[in-house]
């Protein structure tokens, strides 16, 4: 099964939105595709896929593009507002105690 069969209708429409936000990025700067695959290190049909939303493209790949159009700082914040995980830790149930495996001496 390949990626884009595992990824939900809901989740496939929040990569297409961010392919949209980076291709019109790319087009408010006056750049072109070649341009930015290139800067990139990337090909001409990857930034086509990132821009398209395509879920199989590495986040590296992403991040290259965001880093080339002056956009990677958002990226590094996508997971610090935690919320759930900051209810779950508050109620005692985000980490178990580990057990010692030292034996007295």
């Known amino acids: ?10 989740h496939r429409r929040v990569l297409e939105g ?3 936000d ?3 990025a790319r ?3 006056s750049l072109t595709a070649e341009q930015v695959a290139e800067r990139a290190g990337i090909s001409r049909l990857t930034l086509m896929r990132i821009e398209a939303g395509t879920p199989s493209v590495s986040i590296g790949a992403y991040l290259q ?6 956009l990677e700082t958002g990226l590094g914040t ?3 507002n935690d919320e759930l995980g900051r209810k779950l830790q508050d109620l005692g149930l985000a980490a178990r105690k580990r057990v010692s495996t030292r034996r007295g001496t």
């Not at 099964?1 to 809901?10: R, Y």
């Open 65 to 70: 593009v965001l880093v080339v159009l002056g």
């Open 18 to 20: 961010l392919g949209g």
């Open 1 to 10: 099964m390949n990626t884009d069969e595992i990824i939900l209708p809901k």
């Open 27 to 29: 087009l408010r700067r």
């Open 22 to 24: 980076i291709r019109l």
């Open 78 to 80: 996508a997971a610090s």
